[in-house]
């Protein structure tokens, strides 16, 4: 459903007899009464028991668009409100001009040179966030690359970690010296593989 609703404070200074009618226009897209091809609906506040209507107070418009199949051919003799239908409609499908055309009249034209505006920004933003999103791909791969990076030093760290207890624990069993901290952590993990390897082929000559 397309809704634009606006409010307006009633000023200090006026009486309620200066108020305006409530007119609210809801154009619908699906259909709400399928059994009936009356496309434009409008309601009153209406009295149950009298029949009386309050007149001239509120107003509910409800427009069927998907009942409205006015053809190009039929527009200079349709009504009004057909006419802004089929706009509503169909205004994608022609450029501005070719809409200045089919809709001659000061009524339209406002509604126009908005939509030629629109198309601007639209292009505008379309450019914007092909760039953004650029931008965004970039930061995603590098974020990807940093926590790879991470992932595969806390890796490292962890191996670290294990060759360095089963090293120690293989020096006590041996009766050898306990490699420090320091002095593991100036080996690289593949010259700690190979102490680790050399380890255990000497433990199990001894058994």
């Known amino acids: 459903m397309l809704r634009r609703a606006q409010f307006h404070e009633l000023p200090s200074c006026w009486e309620y007899r200066q108020l305006k ?3 609210i226009i809801a ?3 699906d259909l709400v009464w399928a059994e009936t091809r009356q496309p434009h609906h409008r309601f009153e506040l209406t009295d149950r028991e009298s ?3 309050l007149s001239d107070t509120l107003s509910i418009h409800i427009v069927e668009l998907e009942k409205y199949n006015l053809e190009v051919a039929a527009l200079p003799e349709a009504s009004p409100l057909e006419r802004w239908v089929f706009w509503l409609r169909h205004a994608q499908e022609y450029d501005v001009q070719e809409l200045r055309e089919l809709f001659p009249g000061n009524e339209f034209d406002v509604v126009n040179s908005l939509l030629l505006e629109i198309s601007q920004q ?3 933003k379309s450019m914007y966030d ?3 999103k650029q931008r965004r791909d970039l ?3 590098q974020n990807i690359a940093i926590e790879e990076a991470e992932e595969r ?3 490292r760290g962890e191996a670290r970690g294990e060759l360095k207890e089963k090293i120690r ?3 006590e069993i041996l009766g050898l010296s306990v490699s420090t901290d320091s002095e593991i952590k100036n080996q690289t993990l593949e010259e700690l593989q190979a102490q680790l390897a050399d380890l255990q082929v000497r433990v199990k000559s001894r058994g």
């Open 139 to 141: 930061l995603w791969l």
């Open 153 to 155: 030093g806390e890796a």
């Open 122 to 124: 639209t292009k505008d």
């Open 169 to 171: 624990t293989l020096q």
């Open 130 to 132: 092909a760039q953004e």
């Open 27 to 29: 154009l619908v897209e």
């Open 51 to 53: 029949g009386r209507v």
């Open 21 to 23: 009618p409530v007119i």
